[in-house]
């Protein structure tokens, strides 16, 4: 209630300077005469950074988001929009409905002043028409602008910075809501404006209907434990969410791999067109996250191996027995030169990780890890997608098994659809099946496509809400950030 004692005290020293015709440190701003009402006044007076400067006024007013709300205001010739001198009117009752309706969109209500929001008839007392009252009203009127725009921030960016998990403080953000809030109002919309500050992504809108529909088709008691904000299903909801608001607007289609998921979607216009079981990292070599764009993919490839895996997994099997190569199919060449070695006569026990100069490759065929196909796009991880010879890990509920790439089921259906969009699928059956199928073939695309990795715990499918293992336990680092008390 600091804010609050603060407001009166200020309430008391600006009735004092309207009854002597203003403030003497700083003559007003200019007001219209359609907007020269001692409530515009008041509001323009609170709002004057020069006498004590723009930190402290905006601290002494409890606004987060001050040059937004300032905005705001003198856009709108500094008129009262949500108060009277009765207190909250009924633009002002429909706001405050929208932020005690935060968790419905995995935020908070007490995290936007709500419950300090509701109390201004209570803080009124038996005067409402006092000289105090008016200051104390507009108070209570910049913290309620001050709480739409930051909530309308976090609806369209989110709550934190996506590396750092601090605090998001995107003033441009506000600044833009702050101009959709006075559309909204002239329109007489503030659905419209809580509409518009959100994503447009389909991952979101599933997600986001799944959360909803889960509150609505629960019992009252059930429904006000979920609509507590402290519940473990609205925390997993809510930080989830939050990961999708960190996103870029999405493409018109794409590939997104859902980690936790273990699955690859393929989406168009908003549909989803092909779904893949997918094999992704183990903990230890977990699969990243990232965006970029597949643009080319290779039939019968050659899988060199990484020399993290050489060393680490295939050198102790050759220290064991070197035959290990040639019953895997397996070719080692010195590094240096790309000559074949016998490894047989490679004393395999003197060497190291420091003194292995050689590489391993395993040919096309049946046996090669990569499959018949590898889909590549760049990033700086060196993770592609992936066709596997062990089929039977897709039957797998578990499937967080691989170094890092991502086995994908059904590749040649993810070839073939890419080749479609190029105009060019007739060409693949012959490279699978052909004389030369054994003979790596690269295939270009031209228009390419997006891909994105994601890691998603939660998501929506069909109005329905999919929770998923944490299988490189990323929730709670973001749930500690997310529901950190002020």
């Known amino acids: 209630m600091v804010w609050l004692r603060n407001c009166v005290r200020a309430a008391s020293l600006l009735a004092a300077c309207i009854c002597c015709a203003g403030p003497a440190t700083a003559a007003p701003l200019p007001l219209s005469a359609a907007a020269g009402t001692e409530a515009a006044l008041t509001l323009q007076n609170l ?20 040059p937004s709300v300032g905005h705001f ?6 008129r009262p929009v949500w108060t009277q001198e009765s207190g909250w009117n009924a633009q002002a009752t429909e706001a405050l409905r929208w932020l005690s309706e935060a968790t419905r969109y995995g935020l908070r209500p007490q995290d936007y002043d709500y419950l300090l929001l509701r109390t201004l008839p209570d803080s009124l007392g038996p005067a409402p028409h006092s000289r105090a009252a008016g200051p104390l009203r507009a108070g209570f009127e910049l913290r309620l602008t001050d709480a739409l725009l930051r909530y309308a921030a976090h609806l369209e960016f989110g709550r934190l910075q996506p590396g750092s998990l601090a605090p998001a403080a995107n003033e441009a953000a506000r600044l833009a809501a702050a101009d959709r809030l006075r559309h909204a109002l002239n329109q007489g919309s503030l659905a419209s404006f809580i509409t518009g500050s959100q994503p447009a992504g389909r991952a979101y809108a599933q997600l986001l209907d799944a959360w909803q529909a889960a509150q609505d088709a629960a019992c009252p008691e059930d429904s006000a434990r979920l609509l507590t904000g402290e519940q473990a299903l609205f925390r997993q909801v809510a930080i989830n969410l939050e990961r999708l608001r960190w996103e870029a607007a999405p493409d018109s289609e794409y590939a997104v791999v859902n980690i936790p998921a273990f699955e690859l979607q393929l989406v168009r216009r908003g549909r989803v067109v092909q779904t893949h079981r997918v094999v992704v990292g183990k903990p230890e070599m977990p699969t990243p996250t990232l965006d970029s764009r597949i643009i080319v993919f290779v039939t019968s490839p050659e899988w060199r191996v990484p020399y993290s895996i050489a060393v680490n997994e295939m050198l102790p099997e050759l220290q064991r027995d070197p035959g290990f190569l040639s019953d895997n199919n397996y070719e080692l060449r010195n590094a240096a030169t790309g000559r074949l070695v016998n490894p047989w006569r490679v004393r395999w026990q003197r060497v190291t990780p420091e003194t292995f100069r050689y590489t391993i490759r395993q040919p096309a065929g049946r046996t090669n890890a990569l499959g018949k196909v590898v889909f590549y796009f760049p990033n700086t991880h060196t993770v592609f ?102």
């Open 47 to 66: 709002l004057d950074t020069l006498p004590a400067g723009s930190a402290a006024t905006y601290q002494r007013l409890g606004l987060q988001a001050g």
């Open 73 to 78: 205001y003198a856009r709108n010739a500094y």
């Open 385 to 486: 997608l992936h066709d596997t010879p062990a089929r039977a890990v897709f039957s797998r509920p578990d499937r967080a098994l691989s170094h890092g790439c991502v086995r994908v089921e059904k590749p040649l259906a993810l070839a073939a659809y890419l080749l479609r969009r190029e105009g060019t699928e007739a060409t693949l059956q012959p490279a699978l099946t052909g004389p030369d199928r054994h003979t790596k073939r690269r295939f270009d695309l031209q228009q390419g496509l997006p891909v994105h990795l994601r890691y998603y715990t939660c998501a929506g499918d069909n109005g329905r809400l999919r929770t998923y293992a944490d299988i490189y336990g990323k929730d709670q680092a973001l749930l500690e950030a997310f529901f950190a008390r002020p």
